[in-house]
Nanobody, 127 residues
């Protein structure tokens, strides 16, 4: 069983920054790609960013490219999402997830390809 715990959300003004963290339990963290998704009220959970098992390859939604940076520290079993130049439309609950296929990133932008999720952390950007 894998547990994921997000932290770092909060209220920030437009143009500000936040750094989200996702701590994972278990000994297999470094075998799997990890991703961040978000869900705004009344909308479906959408892909934000993902990172390969070793951190060498990253993926971003067009809406956050150039503003958000995903990274990971396998020694700490933690994945991060640095969010800069935040906009009101970034307001959502942010979830981290573990990609279901070890040593792969095929389909890493697809929500249904993740098998474990954290509880989510709220990010609110005021205008």
């Amino acid at each position: 069983q894998v547990q994921l715990v997000e932290s770092g959300g909060g209220l920030v003004q437009a143009g500000g920054s936040l750094r989200l963290s996702c701590a994972a339990s278990g000994r297999t963290f470094s075998s799997y790609a990890m991703g961040w998704f978000r869900q705004a009220p009344g909308k479906e959970r959408e892909f934000v960013a993902a990172i390969s098992r070793g951190g060498g390859t990253t993926y971003y939604a067009d809406s956050v490219k150039g503003r958000f940076t995903i990274s990971r520290d396998n020694a700490k079993n933690t994945v991060y999402l640095q969010m800069d130049s935040l906009k009101p439309e970034d307001t959502a609950v942010y979830y981290c997830g573990r990609f279901r296929k070890p040593s792969s990133t095929v389909g890493v932008t697809t929500r249904d390809e993740y098998d474990y999720w954290g509880q989510g952390t709220q990010v609110t950007v005021s205008s």
